[in-house]
């Protein structure tokens, strides 16, 4: 199911802050940033008639997800600035490969994060409102690939 790539940043070794939300919801927030958590529920409860308890436990499971992904992409951030700047003749390959081994590992935290926060998120929905957002979803990829076929025929 790919429900979850609706509801939460996506965190991949490529891609430590762009937000799969903003990307298949065309963004919510000012400046095609990331939604706000409040404008993510929003978004959800529009979708799929949340009740007020659904709403609360994604509140704090968004917020929570928030809070705890922030640190650690910043500090994915100042590790990639570091490996920049080892880039030199004389290179300390100790430094580069602990600095690179410690990226390796908080990506690897925060693709786990995700999956259990995702995991987390999806336990909320009822199996209704689940397919909904599954159809929705599918939706989406059809308007998605249509677009990119008029682009391709345009463009060649």
């Known amino acids: 199911m790919q429900l979850t790539k609706l509801l939460v940043p996506a965190v991949t070794a490529l891609a430590f802050s ?3 939300m903003a990307q298949q919801m065309g963004g919510g927030a000012m400046g095609g ?3 706000s958590v409040d404008d993510q529920v929003n978004q959800l409860d529009q979708m799929l008639d949340l009740d007020d308890g659904q709403k ?3 509140n704090n499971l968004l917020t929570q997800m928030q809070d705890e992904s922030s640190a650690k ?3 994915a951030r100042e590790l990639q600035q570091q490996l920049s700047e080892h880039v030199q003749p004389d290179y300390d390959e100790a430094a580069i490969r602990a600095d690179a081994e410690r990226l390796g590992d908080l990506t690897a935290e925060m693709t786990a994060d995700s999956v259990i926060m995702q995991s987390q998120i999806e336990d909320v929905f009822t199996q209704e409102q689940r397919d909904q957002l599954d159809e929705a979803m599918a939706q989406r990829r059809q308007q998605m690939q249509q677009m990119q076929e ?3 025929q345009q463009g060649g």
């Open 56 to 58: 609360d436990e994604l």
């Open 150 to 152: 008029q682009m391709q």
């Open 33 to 35: 940033g990331t939604p």
């Open 73 to 75: 992409q910043q500090e």
């Open 18 to 20: 762009v937000p799969a």
